[in-house]
């Protein structure tokens, strides 16, 4: 069966500190893989999503990157933390292929605040 | 492209009353449509969806969902909710040939005893 990981569950960083976020799908390949962010009272927000190994596409422009340097691991990262990226960081997967066609497995969620 | 509209961001009802949650869609053509559930602190779960045929939905949970093209909407139902319905719920869509979901930003529902 699959399942999917993200590490870790929680996080305190400070601001202009780094960030390294990590997502890991396990039972498929070849997976799209999916960053969403939630900030308190809204919805998701898709930030990244990526078809393949070393193919990311942005939603929003922001100080946030990604990367997938494997088939079923994906990475959110950033050089400097603003207060504005505090959230809850969801990975999500689908097997590949059409959006439409698949249903979205999401993982538990990584809780960032940033102080 | 495709968006999606839900008009309630927080709705009430008691324990054991009917539920619908209204979800709103804009898009050319047929849509895959999806409702998923959050727990507090959890990912999302998926509900129930639709891609294409009966346009009644049969879900997880006791819930349904009814696509009407004429109104652009898939509302979710429930005719009597429990405790532990008390949650997020997202409607979803994806057009055809899309590599993503649009979200819509979600109901919180409250349950009163």
């Known amino acids: 069966s699959q399942t999917i990981h993200q590490w870790p569950a929680t996080l305190v960083q400070p601001v202009g500190s780094p960030l390294s976020l990590e997502c890991t799908v396990e039972?498929?390949?070849?997976?799209?893989l999916y960053w969403y962010r939630q900030a308190a009272g809204r919805g998701l927000q898709l930030l990244f999503y990526?078809?393949?190994?070393?193919?990311i596409s942005s939603e929003v422009p922001q100080n946030l990157s990604a990367s997938r340097p494997q088939d079923r691991q994906f990475i959110l990262s950033s050089k400097k933390l603003l207060l504005s990226d505090s959230g809850f960081y969801l990975c999500?997967?689908?097997?590949?292929?059409?959006?439409?066609?698949?249903?979205?497995?999401f993982g538990p969620g990584t809780r960032l605040t940033v102080t | 492209a495709q968006s999606v509209t839900q008009p309630d961001i927080h709705i009430t009802v008691s324990e054991g009353a009917s539920l619908e949650l209204r979800c709103n869609y804009s898009?050319?053509?047929?849509?895959?449509l999806f409702w998923y559930v959050q727990s507090p602190g959890q990912g999302l779960q998926l509900l129930l969806k639709y891609f294409s045929g009966d346009t009644l939905v049969q879900g997880i949970k006791g819930f349904e969902a009814e696509f009407k093209r004429s109104q652009s909407s898939f509302n979710l139902r429930k005719p009597s909710v429990h405790w532990s319905d008390a949650a997020e719920y997202f409607c979803a869509v994806a057009g055809q040939g899309a590599q993503k979901l649009v979200f819509g930003q979600g109901t919180r529902l409250t349950i009163n005893p």
């Open positions: 898009y050319g053509a047929t849509p895959y």
């Open positions: 039972g498929t390949s070849n997976p799209n």
């Open positions: 999500a997967w689908i097997r590949g292929g059409l959006a439409g066609h698949h249903e979205q497995y």
């Open positions: 990526s078809v393949g190994i070393g193919q």
